[in-house]
């Protein structure tokens, strides 16, 4: 059956990303529908009308899209968090919700060592820095992401160390990380990396009690989502430590009270990106966009549905 798919992106790919997804759709005789750099949810909630699947980026879906969208059967968030898909509301609609994890590990994890080494040799102001090598990092979630930036810190001689509810201990040691048995027992060491969703477990975990436990030059990098850290308590901390550093793709909502407490180290106890950029490279658009698409394909041709998401 000919199928079409809606590429529904507020904030729309790379053309080359696009050019690739399209391929793949051609391929299986799909149709590509596509709804780039809308400015509104009622451009939005139009489109969506008897498409047989949707591949949307950090694009809302919830239970009012779905209630427009009557012919579909499954949307495809490219990209690993899925805190814009209403899972409950797809249940309820019988719509499969997926996402394409490990597709943009990599580039995150690049973005975790571009930003260590900016903040370790304070923002090129020609001051003496110091070295990453010997020194601890210590992963909250330890999925796709985690583990690549775990791969580049064993190639810079770091240690690592781990705490993931659920995966074994003994799958964490076969990696080479050292498990840690509890959240506080992250904060023993000196860089604390943030790789887990954004679940009613996770919200503002990142609070005071943690982060005054980080010794000293504690640095907390947050490329997971900005709700996982208690904004007013990293304000706190920023304030009262004068070594302590807050790297995050992922800025903080109300910005300018950080620029304050930390001055003119900005760039080396504060660093933030202009918008979420971890995953804005021409590969991970690429790899993300395919997958997605080759994913929508597989489950409409071959019923696969392995990266299906539950409420
Ligand atoms: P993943 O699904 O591969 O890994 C998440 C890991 O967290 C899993 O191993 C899971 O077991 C673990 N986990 C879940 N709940 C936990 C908890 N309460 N305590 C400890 N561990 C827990 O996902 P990923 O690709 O590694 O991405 C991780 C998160 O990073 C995503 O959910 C997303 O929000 C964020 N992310 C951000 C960007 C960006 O552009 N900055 C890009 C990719 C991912």
Partial sequence: ?????????????????????????????????????????????????????????????????????????????????????????????????????????????????????VSARNNFDGSSGFELVNREIA????????????????????????????????KIKEMGAEPVATVAGLFEHQYVSLHVPLTDETKASINKDLLSKMPKGGTLINTARVEVVHEQDMLDILKTRQDFCYLCDVAPKDIEPFKAAVGDKFGKRLIFTKKKMGAQTAEANDNAGVAAANQIVGFFEKGETRFSLKA
């Avoid at 199928?3 to 299986?28: D, M, N, Q, S």
């Avoid at 009012?64 to 949307?75: G, H």
């Fill in 1 to 117: 059956k000919a199928r079409t798919v809606l590429l529904a992106t507020e904030k729309a790919f790379a053309a080359a990303a696009v050019t690739k997804i399209e391929e793949v759709l051609k391929e299986a005789k799909y149709t590509l529908k596509k709804l780039e750099n809308y400015k509104s949810k009622d451009e939005l909630l139009a489109a969506v009308s008897g498409v047989d699947a949707m591949i949307i980026r950090s694009d809302i879906v919830d239970a009012s899209v779905l209630e427009k969208a009557e012919a579909l059967k499954i949307v495809v968030r490219a990209g690993a968090g899925y805190d814009n898909i209403d899972l409950k509301a797809c249940e309820a609609k019988k719509v499969t919700a997926m996402n394409t994890p490990g597709q943009n590990a990599n580039a995150v994890a690049e973005l975790v060592f571009g930003m260590m080494i």
């Fill in 139 to 170: 992963f909250y979630g330890f999925g796709a992401v985690a583990r690549a930036v775990h791969k580049l810190a064993q190639g810079f001689g770091m240690k690592s160390f781990a705490y993931d509810p659920y995966i074994p201990a003994e």
